[in-house]
């Protein structure tokens, strides 16, 4: 079928749901017969519809051959803003994924270029490749260039493991993470890649580019390749993908124990130390396009090692920090084959001290490995074949939440002094290979720029539209939206050392649930995917809160937790008043996670706004109470943090004793400076002394504060 002909049955199923008459308003009829004709005439764009605000202003046709951005179809049906139709009345029907990639080859095969055409575009001594790109059309303010919505490129995508299938959310054209009815468990999230003739060239343009990569070589896509004959012209292209991914972190970790190793060749190179299958598998085209690579959603998160149905264990001799390996070393193998959970042991940390036992060991289902692509009819004039990197990572508990948007608006608040234990970084920022050691031998030293966001190389990017542009509500597997700051790592880790050379996933904690849990203690040590658990946990003053978790998200109220432990709650010892926290030596999340108990059913539903809120509601909290720098913020810790409704009776009567309302958006807090921390009889809990207790409702301009219950008084919040 020519894709014209699968276009017109996209248009006709959306048509008598809203689309025709929304896209009417632009003077576009995607009924009209011959659509191809419609498609092409120039139109009167009205930018000042809701979604439309970010179209590109050099767009004037349905379809413009070769440029997405430039497509009004293609940006109405891809942008996740276009949601209400003529008369600002909701859209109750989306296009499916299949449909949107059959409008993208569409817009890239409506003229097929040659590839002579295709030279000329990126130079006569220009170098062509045919190239990997994982690949989202976004709207303006998330793009690498901020002018206008567009296709974003990068060579490493992330997808994330899961306990349930994937779900399109046709509404958001992207895919969600959870499962209705079902808060701790969570659906695996896709990547999606494809194929592209593409240009090597020098970096250093656009959002997220570094001092340095001028002088580097990065791919950018020039046209997209899809099977057929309408992809380039006079040849018939039959493309496929092919994918390899690797879970060896069992495997690395013996290797490097040298002569302690408790097992070697040829055990090591079979599961349970090196996985490679069931871990990711292509979703189905006819339902979700091509090139979207899915983790197998799995019963847990976690299992036990096996190999040949049994337990596998290490010896954990006396002292060991395996040179700094984090891994779960809490669960012992003992001789009858019977499981000692050490943390139910008050001296668990001088057992692990001690070493010579068995410890249990752990797979998780994250991996790391290539995308490559296979096209015979291309190959044979373009021999330069460039795989992606793809990384099949853990959740990701905040996945509204991005980290390149992070650190740009962190640096927009000109705070005083760092609020996080580390400094932000993105992993589209980081300029290292991909790991080298993975089989094929695709990515080498000088391939710096695979998590770079690129955009497609066009002969001018054109001028930026007008006005504000929601940005994109959803997940995404574009390297923006990782982290790029390894210790211990979250997504990917690297080789090590002060100078790591290449990305690699062998590095991370063993299993991924180590690194959730020193993470997220360690006041939101990865702010764009780890919740803020550092005032569950007995007060550390070099990690104070810096996003707080909700009360109803840190198992204070009757929710569960996100990670299934309880949070702080006020006791009486001894006729005084103390707090009560988790003991952080007795929590394991790598426990949650066989339990099940890990959970982003709730964090989840966070928006960047309101992230962004807490961060700052947490900041002025801080400053009410003098505590101006990370420092001083060390000797407070957080008791309770709620979002508050305008109905709540605690902030009425608050706002009566000073006669000023605070307005639409309020947070509670009740913070407190501690002192002596002591271990009551229950050994997994820790008591905390109170010198100080701070009650605060913080608004958007003022903020009310009751210090130790002596009355509210009103202050301003600059």
Known sequence: MALIDEVQ??????????????????????????????????????????GFEDFSLQGSRGIESGHPARSLLYHALASPNVTEGAGAKPLAEFPTAAELETLLNYVYGVSPPTLAQLQALAGADAILGLVVFAYEYRPKPDTTHRKYADLCFSRTGIARVGTAPLLYDARLRGFSPFVQNQPQAMRVIPARFGAFIAVQQKGGVGRGWRSGDEELNFWCPLHMVFNGTECINGLDVDSKLEAFHVNDK??????????????????????????????????????????????VPKRRLVEPALFNNQLVSFRVPPGANFGGYIINKRHQL???GSIRDLNKEPD???????????ALHFI????????????????????????AYSILSAPDFYPSCGQAALIEWEQQQAFPEPIWYVSLQALSELRLAGNPQLPGGHFGAEDKGITALVYQRL??????TVGPSPSAQRPSWLPDHAAGTFSPGWEISTDGGFRPTFLCAFNLGSPFSEDVRICSAAGGYWPAVTPDSARTFEPDGT???????????????????????????LVVVGGREVVECTAYTYSDYTNRALAGQLSLSVTGQTSREEYQQRILAMQSAYIAVGATTRQLQGAWAVLSFVPIVRSDSALAKA????????????????????????TPSDFTRRHVEILEMVELFIGEKNLLMNKDNKGWQIRSRD
């Not at 668990?348 to 068995?358: E, H, L, P, R, T």
């Not at 790391?368 to 009819?377: L, S």
């Not at 002969?459 to 930026?464: D, E, F, I, L, S």
């Not at 198992?555 to 299934?564: A, H, L, N």
């Open 459 to 464: 002969p001018g990017v054109g001028t930026a």
């Open 543 to 569: 990690k104070p809160t810096v996003i707080p978790l909700p009360d109803s998200e840190n198992g204070q109220t009757s929710q569960p937790s996100w990670d299934g432990e309880t949070g702080p709650r």
């Open 364 to 387: 998780d289902f994250t991996a790391e490995g290539w995308v490559k692509p296979i096209c015979p009819a291309l190959s044979a004039h373009i021999p330069i074949i460039v795989v």
């Open 250 to 295: 069992l495997r690395q970790f013996q290797i490097r124990r040298g002569t302690e190793a408790d097992w070697f060749e040829p055990d090591l190179s079979k599961a349970p130390f090196v996985l490679t299958d069931d871990l990711a598998e292509w979703g189905d085209s006819s339902v979700f396009g091509a090139g979207l690579n899915v983790p």
């Open 348 to 358: 668990v940390d001088a057992i692990v001290s001690a070493g010579n036992y068995q």
């Open 655 to 678: 706002e009566s004793a000073v006669g000023k309302q605070l307005g639409s958006t309020v947070h509670f807090f009740k913070i407190y400076k501690y002192g002596a921390i002591s």
């Open 9 to 50: 049955r996209v248009c006709e199923r959306l048509a008598s749901a809203g689309w025709r008459d929304l896209l009417m308003l632009h003077g576009l009829d995607i009924q009209a017969r011959p659509l191809a004709d419609e498609l092409k005439k120039a139109l009167s764009i009205d930018r000042t519809i809701k």
């Open 334 to 336: 003992q001789g009858d």
